[in-house]
């Protein structure tokens, strides 16, 4: 947390903070991390290298209530939190800039993401924390994905007990599994995507720690978060997760609370996902399509990673005694042609693929990278535009999607 807290107030940040708003944040704390504000040399630009100095030294002796807003801010203090921001700020029909704002003035250059976050945090709480819960999917650059095996199913969490008797399941799996005390499940949803934040403990760590000049023993469980995600559209849901344990676990239960059927989603975990067999048919003439008109600009296949590993009679990987990681700027592919045209993408396994997808947001572009990894596994570091891409995936048939004939086939 003490790096976070560093990381947060740099040099560029300390030199354009609102000293007002900075001010504001730390006035409840300057006694007991011993800073005098009111002694600060008369300079702006010394009073800010002091500023900048209080926090380059920033450690676990700042008060617990100061770093959980400095950990917090932080969180959304990047562009993906400022559109979370903007976004739930414009459906409650708030500009939490409006205060800052300077009439007949160029101010924007001031409203960095991290100006964002601190000021929704002092001045829009309720936005901030909304926010905060938004943040958290975009938190698990990979995911459990699951589709449901029949599309005829109906959510059924409005109904008088559905997410009591969930979060109470989910509450026994930890507190079985991590002997914690502490279980908090929230409900979100947008349009035909339901959302679950589920903020738990997890296995306790013991570390020694410096008590006031002292060696000591600090036991600790931290609080982590999973989630859930549902899309309607495509009867498939997504979890994220520290534990591939608790992920598989938590599919179960959302099966079997929300959907009514706990096995509703059991078959697709045997099933591949994600190939990347196009890419190996058409080899270098593979192309990615996306609609001309939509959000999506420009898809790159940035590297490959092929190899000769073979699936064994009893389904088990036999390893490749060498594998070659390729990368593009355009084509991977194209450029395994040029520098080994013996090598025929048909004959050897395609082992990854990394993608980098081009939106246009508001205007301008933004590059989300993407990693495809079969039979399962698909990973961004930004899932602010997840559907997106996974519609894209699925439309170049990367993505593969249970229909209800292979439903029906599984069921006989």
Known sequence: MAKRIKNFVDRAFSRTVDLELLHRLLSPYLGQIDFDWNGLPEDEGKRREAIFALFARADLRFPAKLQFALYNISTLSTDAGARIIQEIASEAGIDVLSACRIDGAADDLRFTPRFMALVTWLDHRAIFDRALSAAAFLAHSSKLERDAEREDVELRHHDAGVKDSFAESARLHFAGRYNGHYCDVRWFEEDDLLRVLILHGSKPETKNVDQEGAEDTLKFREIVQSTIEYDRRRSAVSVGSKSATDAKKLVR??????????????????????????????????????????????????????????????????????????????NALRRLKDLAPEIEVADVRIVHAKIDVTIEVDGSEIVVPVTIRPPRTVSMRDHSHERLILEMLENNDIRKRRRTDQAAAAAE
């Open 253 to 330: 239960l959302f099966g079997a609370h929300v959907l009514g059927d706990g096995d509703i989603f059991e078959a697709s975990a045997k099933e591949e996902l994600y190939t990347l067999g196009p890419l190996q048919r058409h080899g270098e003439r593979f192309r990615f399509t996306f609609d001309p008109d939509g959000d999506i600009t420009h898809v790159a296949l940035r590297e490959v990673r092929i190899d000769e590993a073979q699936l064994t009679a009893t389904g088990r990987l036999r390893r490749s005694p060498w594998f070659l990681a390729l990368g593009d700027s355009e």
